[in-house]
């Protein structure tokens, strides 16, 4: 079982950045994609970003790309995601998640599958 913890989330104003941390503990990540997903207020949870985390191949929502981007440290086993160019529409709660897959499979990860976080709260103000 893989543990995770979210950290980073808070209010910001439109055009700011922010990065989110999780911190991931349990098991070895060798076969594992690690991934954020959102979900706004009366939404569905929707896929954000993903990275296998050997070999780092990334996946992206078409919403996000080119102004998010996900990370990993190995050292401190801690998955990132850098947020800029911030807009109202992406507020919403943040959650990580690892299953293992690919990080092009994790866009389409059931809510039952893998591993979540608690989620940490983006508020971004216009």
């Known amino acids: 079982q893989v543990q995770l913890v979210e950290s980073g989330g808070g209010l910001v104003q439109a055009g700011d950045s922010l990065r989110l941390s999780c911190a991931v503990s349990g098991r070895t990540l060798s076969s594992y994609a690690m991934g954020w997903f959102r979900q706004a207020p009366g939404k569905e949870r929707e896929f954000v970003a993903a990275?296998?985390?050997?070999?780092?191949?990334?996946y992206y929502a078409d919403s996000v790309k080119g102004r998010f981007t996900i990370s990993r440290e190995y050292a401190k086993s801690t998955l990132y995601l850098q947020m800029n160019s911030l807009k109202p529409e992406d507020t919403a709660a943040y959650y990580c998640?690892?299953?293992?897959?690919?990080?092009?499979?994790?866009?389409?990860?059931?809510?039952?599958?893998?591993?979540w976080g608690q989620g940490t709260q983006v508020t971004v103000s216009s």
């Open positions: 990275i296998r985390w050997s070999g780092g191949s990334t």
């Open positions: 998640a690892a299953d293992r897959t690919s990080a092009q499979s994790m866009s389409i990860m059931p809510m039952n599958r893998g591993s």
